[in-house]
């Protein structure tokens, strides 16, 4: 249920003047077309601390703003919810759904996640397609992608509803995996004088093809294999390099400031559309991580001479092997995630930088004493 606007791209020609102009960030708004009906909030599993601010803002969205809440069945089966007389009639006014069993993409306005950034990042696993606006209130341990303190929520989430909130359109990778099994299958030969049927075995290749939506980052490793990783890298079919390391990370501006970022890479806002490949403790210390342009379309297979397989995993989730004849497309998504601003995208980013990961903190240099110059 699509009832929200967004500009995607940043750079956009203005056919009065025939110039092309970039678009300021600060000016993504969310709109409505109409009023937001129903709600999915999202709580992180296993946490105590959670239950009351959650139980707080189902209240308010069902009593007092008269919206369709959807939960996940698994959150409901907390025995501190389960068995919550005074909860009980709030609760039975959800609508429940299971990852992977139910599709819930057409029936969701908006997105409130109650966690840190891994409860957006899980959010952004339930819409392979096109994602509802997020509102990520910051109640884990990092916080980076969530600007909202759970203090004043019934105010903050009234002004996203009035639709009175600013965007930032985290890009996102569109991965596609195709793996090959070979399969044993039994030909026949014909009939011979005997009245038997000679057979022989061949190997079938099977393709199997996944597809995924991925927020942060497509992270290819050498797994638990003592070798290096040897992996070539494929940039819209031409072979820019092979990594020999520990592997190679895929990543979009809003992953640049998570294992990117430890690796040694830049940190780039999440408007900037760009792809950035960073290698995992390379070989070769002139191997640096570079940026590429969005849209272009990166391919990882093994090298052929590669002495072991790869494993690669999505937001850090859906984990598997890769093995020669496998291959790993990845290129910009057309669904961006619409993460809701507390003030600006700019504002909110710097603000992430300075209080989550003390960029640029040091302890200042002192002044030189003026002294009084003598008569």
């Known amino acids: 249920m699509k009832i929200f606007e967004h500009v995607m791209n940043n750079l956009y020609l203005n056919r009065t003047t025939g110039k092309w102009h970039i678009?300021?960030?600060?000016?993504?708004?969310?709109?409505?077309?109409?009023?937001?009906?129903?709600?999915?909030?999202?709580?992180?599993?296993r946490d105590a601390s959670l239950l009351q601010p959650f139980k707080e803002l189902c209240v308010y969205l069902t009593e007092e703003n008269n919206m369709i809440v959807y939960v996940e069945k698994k959150v409901l089966e907390d025995p501190a919810i389960a068995h919550d007389e005074n909860f009980g009639p709030v609760k039975k006014k959800f609508c429940t759904f299971s990852e992977d069993y139910d599709d819930i993409s057409n029936q969701i306005d908006f997105i409130i996640c109650l966690g840190g950034d891994g409860t957006l990042l899980y959010a952004s696993s339930l819409f392979q397609g096109s994602v509802p606006p997020v509102m990520a209130f910051h109640l884990g341990s990092l916080g980076?992608?969530?600007?909202?303190n759970f203090e004043n929520f019934q105010s903050q989430v009234t002004q996203v509803i009035e639709g009175n909130a600013a965007l930032v359109l985290r890009s996102r990778l569109k991965v596609r995996v195709v793996k090959e099994h070979r399969e044993k299958k039994v030909i026949q030969n014909?009939?011979?004088?005997?009245?038997?049927?000679?057979t022989s075995l061949e190997k079938e290749v099977v393709?199997?093809?996944m597809q995924y939506q991925v927020l942060n980052e497509v992270v290819v490793d050498r797994g638990p294999s003592s070798y290096l990783s040897n992996v070539d890298v494929y940039l819209d079919g031409h072979l820019i390099t092979t990594v020999q390391g520990d592997g190679v990370i895929v990543s979009t501006p809003t992953g640049s400031t998570a294992y990117a970022a430890a690796a040694g890479a830049s940190m780039i806002h999440p408007n900037v559309p760009?792809?950035?490949?960073?290698?995992?403790c390379p070989h070769s210390l002139?191997?640096?991580?570079?940026?590429?342009?969005a849209g272009v379309e990166l391919k990882i297979t093994l090298s052929p001479d590669a002495r072991n397989t790869a494993w690669v995993s999505f937001d850090g989730r859906k984990r598997q092997?890769?093995?020669h004849g496998d291959s790993i497309s990845i290129t910009t998504s057309c669904y961006p995630l619409p993460s809701i601003c507390f003030r600006d995208p700019v504002s909110d980013w710097f603000e992430s930088l300075a209080e989550c990961l003390h960029w640029n903190v040091r302890k200042k240099q002192n002044n030189f004493a003026v002294e009084e110059e003598e008569f």
């Not at 600060?26 to 409505?32: E, N």
């Not at 980076?144 to 909202?148: A, M």
């Open 23 to 45: 678009q300021d960030p600060a000016s993504q708004r969310l709109t409505w077309n109409k009023p937001p009906k129903s709600v999915l909030v999202i709580k992180k599993i």
């Open 144 to 148: 980076f992608l969530t600007p909202f």
């Open 190 to 198: 014909g009939i011979e004088e005997n009245g038997m049927v000679p």
């Open 207 to 209: 393709k199997q093809i």
């Open 274 to 280: 760009a792809i950035m490949i960073t290698p995992i």
């Open 286 to 293: 002139s191997f640096r991580p570079i940026v590429v342009p």
């Open 321 to 323: 092997e890769i093995c």
